[in-house]
């Protein structure tokens, strides 16, 4: 009762806080506008970043981050010049100093602004991302203010607030809801790289890398040396790119930085279940666990039969083991891009048709495929809607003990021949490499350490993909 007499005379005679001082007037046409704003400064930080413009010699806001302080009143825009912070001036001075000026401050701050003039309302986005790559501010030197920015992993799902700025954009982890209870503030937006400066960012550190690995050297006024025919030069080049296999064209490949999403509710019954596909270095295990997993369900898991145009053996029926095709009708069924993935084989194709995948979903079951690389981005459509599991291979002290010491056997031939020693560190280096190249495709990852515990993990993932929400690509939600 005392708090609510008191509120209701100071209202009465008009006993406002805070007590802003009368801002004299001007007579002259050309008198620069001035803006005198108070805000009460905790713990909280204001939530705005400020440069020095060079031309004026100003210290301005760059942007306002949303959900901040400086956002919530509404007293603060973009491009506002700073004059005065609590009565010191501060033009010309470097932001640095401006900021800690700032943070020291606690309680009333008083600025006396000159505002931009002008009519810049900000865009307002609702967009959820997955990353595709991993940022850290503290490493990032071009970042305006590393305390202001946000950390992230690969798989991490953002709300994008803002993308007005072409260099940095405004987002927050999708799990920092504000609360409903008005006495709780919403969570402050931080920066993160807009999709343009992140694909100028990896272009130029995909650029270096390539510098050290050819570092420049001096050439011969010759196109080609004389000590080597142009020929032979040529098919040694083709040589070297056929050996690199999948990452032969690195550098060619879109550079990963954000794809938008949206959450996938499995409505029961389901009408079509998402393939599964895994991903995997031979000799990392993936057909065993495929195998595995088909046999804890053999009726609603089922693998695609492939195509070959070799000969088909008396023990053989077609559509069982193989479909079998002639080379001719499989190199018509290539060129009109029939199949996600085909190779060669001791002179016979072999591959994996689009028609056999989408007949197996057709029929109500749960496709299982173990590809390569190069065939997710045929696969990875919204047609398919894949869920993609990375089979990552575990150190290499670790493959010598399960492969070595347990007397694993490769199966990647005709012939079963125990694991050497060179091949289990070929498997842990392509392991590395396919990660590295295509962690942004990857739904989920297993390391095949134990391989009881992987085909366990395998099982509960495969469980949650029919029964759990999950976040996918915008389309694939239907």
Known sequence: MQALLFSHDKIACEDYEPRIDPIPCGTGEDETIIKIVRLIKNNEPLGATIYLNEHTGCVEIARILHGGAAHRSGLLSAGDEIHEINGEPVKGLDPDKVVAMLSEVSGSVTLKLVPCMKTNIGRKTKLKVRCLFSFDPATDEYIPCREAGLAFKIGDI???????????????????????????????????????????????????????????????????????????????TMYHIVQSGVFSDFDTDEIPTYEEVELYRPKKPLKSFRPII?????????????????????????????????????????????????????????????????????????????????????????????????????????????????????????????????????????????????????????????????????????????????????????????????????????
Not at 197 to 219: D, F, G, H, T
Not at 292 to 303: I, M, V
Request: net charge positive; charged share 30%; aromatic share 10%.
């Open 158 to 236: 953002l709300e994008i607030v803002s993308d007005e700025d072409p260099t940095w954009w405004q987002a927050r982890h999708n799990d920092d809801k504000s609360q409903s209870s008005s006495t709780i503030s919403p969570t402050s937006a931080r920066l993160v790289p807009s999709k343009h400066y992140q694909e100028s960012v990896e272009v130029m550190r995909r650029v270096k890398l390539r510098e050290a690995r050819n570092p420049p050297r001096s050439i011969s006024p010759c196109r080609y040396s004389p000590k080597i025919p142009k020929q032979k030069r040529l098919r040694k």
């Open 278 to 478: 895994l991903i995997g270095p031979p000799g990392v295990g993936r057909n065993e666990l495929k195998r595995r997993l088909k046999a804890s369900n053999p009726n609603h898991f089922e693998e695609v039969v492939p195509y070959t145009t070799r000969e088909m053996r008396p023990h053989e029926e077609d559509g069982k083991e193989y479909f079998f095709l002639t080379r001719e009708e499989m190199e018509n069924q290539i060129v009109a891009q029939k199949f996600v993935e085909y190779g060669e084989y001791k002179g016979n194709l072999y591959g994996t048709s689009l028609d056999s995948i989408k007949s197996v979903i057709q029929r109500g079951k749960v496709c299982l495929l173990a590809p390569h690389t190069q065939a997710l981005k045929f696969i990875r459509t919204s047609e398919l809607r894949p869920f993609i599991i990375f089979i990552k291979a575990p150190c290499l002290e670790r493959m010598k003990y399960t492969r070595l010491e347990k007397h694993a056997r490769a199966t990647t031939s005709e012939k079963t021949l125990p694991f050497s020693f060179d091949e289990l560190k070929d498997i842990v280096e392509m392991s590395q490499k396919i990660e590295e190249r295509y962690c942004h495709f990857f739904d989920y990852t297993i390391v095949n350490d134990d391989l009881h515990a992987a085909t366990t993990e395998l099982l509960t993932i495969a469980s949650q993909i029919e029964n759990d929400e999950m976040w996918v690509p915008v389309g694939w939600a239907y």
